[in-house]
């Protein structure tokens, strides 16, 4: 059965950090391209970061500079560090999977979907 938890949400202050974890199971599927997707309530679900099954990283203009997506094979999960947060930052944070992909940002290309980890920054 496939499943990718999330995990590290939190309320923050503007300027602050956080990491996001993605557990993955199995474990093969720590070796597909994953990636972080966000989402405010009033707003689409947004792609900003993937990282491919070379390790080769896309990251969102939005984000770029402040969140690194990365992954730890040996413990199957996935990590999205996210500093110099901005209260746009603010939403629900998802983990997804897929083994082949096109656009690493796009949500139609990924099969798996986490149930997401609150992110709040004010």
């Known amino acids: 059965q496939v499943q990718l938890v999330e995990s590290g949400g939190d309320s923050v202050q503007a300027g602050g950090s956080l990491r996001l974890s993605c557990a993955a199971s199995?474990?093969?599927?720590?070796?597909?391209?994953m990636a972080w997707f966000r989402q405010d309530p009033e707003k689409e679900r947004e792609g900003i970061a993937s990282i491919a099954s070379d390790g080769s990283t896309t990251c969102a203009d939005s984000v770029k500079g402040r969140f690194t997506i990365s992954k730890d094979k040996a413990k199957n999960t996935a990590y999205l560090q996210m500093n110099s947060l901005k209260p746009e930052d603010t939403a629900m944070y998802y983990c997804?999977?897929?083994?082949?992909?096109?656009?690493?940002?796009?949500?139609?290309?990924?099969?798996?979907w986490g149930q997401g980890t609150q992110v709040t920054v004010s």
């Open positions: 997804a999977a897929t083994w082949t992909v096109v656009d690493g940002l796009r949500e139609s290309e990924y099969s798996y």
């Open positions: 199995p474990y093969t599927l720590i070796s597909s391209c």
